[in-house]
């Protein structure tokens, strides 16, 4: 199974230029993907440097046509004529899709520093081992205390679906839309995280969370160990950040850590001013 992870800055290259199709020559170079999980993907979104309001969704479905779009807009606000901006992350899966879930992530109020509504998809996908979870999100920037809220909302995910695993559902009810989907503890979550290795957001990330619940494990470290994380920024010359460092991850379930395989940035393509990580897991 391989994962393609890539914040693609709404198509916008280190060289200032929004180009979609070099979004999508970038993806296809790296290799073949199962999953393709893509964060600042817009939709019909004025303003941003270089776009055109482009249906940035609509563009990387149709290139993708083996794969099944799965959309979710942290940012949905009308604009000005009449339609809807979005924008959020997009996962293109060529594995068969069950459950999907949205989540709006957590932005308690932080007067100091500037915030854009975050957001996580998740979606229940047939693995060739089985049923596996995979999330992709994108973490605020700014606001540490929003970090550390929306890293805290992740452990809670895996503790909530924990619990559905063990306990299964309560009561009894005719309706189908009662039925137990919440799927296995054993996931996936990558993207975006605003976070260097050891700083708080990351070891808040990287704490057992509760008995009996598979903590999340970044792959990196289960693969390379204590190697320092290849950057998956600052690369190519973009104007932001100043330096290379890495803020890019995928992580794992405790379960799924003997099935990482291969966990690499992918460091050819100016395509973003961030990197594609790519997680391949042993079938």
Known sequence: MRIVSWNIQWGRGADGRVDLARTVAAIHDIGDADVICLQ???????????????????????????????YGAGVDVPDGAGGRARFGN????????????????????DPEQPAIQRCCVEAVLQA????VRV????LEYYSARQRAAQVAMLRALQKEVAGHARDGPGGREASPAFAARRGPVTAVVCGDFNCEPGSGAYTLMSADIALHVPPWRDAWRVKHGSR??????????????????CCDYAWVSDDLAA????VEVYTATPASDHQPLVLELND
Not at 48 to 67: K, M, S, Y
């Open 90 to 109: 997009l996962m293109l899966s060529r594995l068969a899709v069950g459950p999907v879930f949205r989540h709006l992530l957590p932005c308690p109020a």
């Open 228 to 245: 320092v994380h290849d950057p998956t920024v600052g690369l190519h010359g973009a104007e932001w950040p100043g330096r290379a460092y």
């Open 40 to 70: 600042e993907v817009a939709q019909n979104f004025p303003g941003l440097e270089g776009g055109n309001r482009e249906d940035e969704v609509g563009i990387l479905a149709a290139a993708f046509p083996g794969h099944e779009a799965i």
């Open 259 to 262: 099935r990482v395989a291969k």
């Open 128 to 131: 060739p081992w089985g049923s």
């Open 135 to 138: 999330l992709t999100t994108h």
